[in-house]
């Protein structure tokens, strides 16, 4: 039988000689991702950039480095993280992922998902974000904790974004401050009893209205009906 290591490296092997959209003429090297499988943290940034791209590896270079120090902030080491982008392959100048190209991916992205089976999943930038919060601000939701099938998603920002503003770094490194308190919870179970309780989000494309869950001042992370105007299928389990 195969092992999740074996699945793990044929699918890189797939995606390294992918030629699924325009990318792939113009890349170096593809970068599928990195890290255990499974693990418990997995980090999805947006796309390689140009060290990524020479290197194949995701997260290297100043934002690489600035992540490590994010992770050390939530008490992980980066190899006990699973860490890979939306797309594989590095847009021309850094720019933007396209529609097409995110649709393209999207499919290496849901194996290694469903491969490094996640407790928690943290989003770095807008675009991965996206995927569970389409049509969000990220300054609006960031750090702020969402159930999906079963995993606790947390919207950060990217960190390449925070490399010169320090009030984004400050932002950020409050934001990682709260994993170890968010992976505890995913780890003891909690997030079971409250799924009997209200209705699980699901991607996108299946997404249902449910409960907005929000902390009480006099009693945290209690269970409380939707305030008025919030967005249906939202689960915030922390502020
Ligand atoms: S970005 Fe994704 S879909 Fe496009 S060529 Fe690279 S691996 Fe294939």
Redesign the pocket.
């Known amino acids: 039988m195969i092992t999740v290591e074996e699945r793990a490296a044929e699918l890189y092997e797939v995606?390294r000689s992918?030629?699924?959209?325009?990318?792939?003429e113009t890349?170096n090297h593809?970068v599928p991702g990195e890290g255990p499988v499974p693990a418990e943290v997995m980090c999805i940034g947006e796309?390689p950039g140009v060290n990524e791209d020479k290197q194949g590896r995701p997260f290297v270079g100043a934002a690489g480095k600035f992540l490590e120090e994010l992770l050390a902030a939530g008490g992980l080491q980066r190899d006990e993280v699973y860490i890979c982008n939306v797309?594989?392959?590095r847009p021309p100048g850094n720019r933007d992922p396209m529609p097409a190209?995110i649709e393209?991916?999207a499919e290496?992205l849901d194996l290694q998902i469903d491969m490094v089976d996640p407790l928690v999943i943290v989003t770095l930038g807008r675009f991965s974000m996206s995927r569970w919060f389409p049509q969000q601000a990220i300054s609006r939701i960031h750090g702020s904790v969402r159930e999906f099938d079963g995993r606790l998603v947390v919207p950060m920002y990217h960190p390449a974004a925070a490399l010169h503003q320090q009030n984004l770094r400050d932002v950020l490194l409050s934001d990682f401050h709260q994993l170890p308190a968010i992976l505890e919870r995913a780890r003891v179970g909690r997030l079971p009893a409250l799924a009997t309780n209200v209705a699980k989000e699901e991607p996108v494309s299946m997404a249902k209205p449910a409960l907005k869950v929000l902390p009480s001042e006099s009693e945290p992370n209690a269970l409380q009906p939707a305030p008025e105007g919030a967005q249906p299928g939202q689960i915030r389990l922390f502020e």
């Open positions: 995606i992918c030629t699924m959209c325009a990318l792939a890349r593809a796309a797309l594989k392959c190209e393209a991916c290496y």
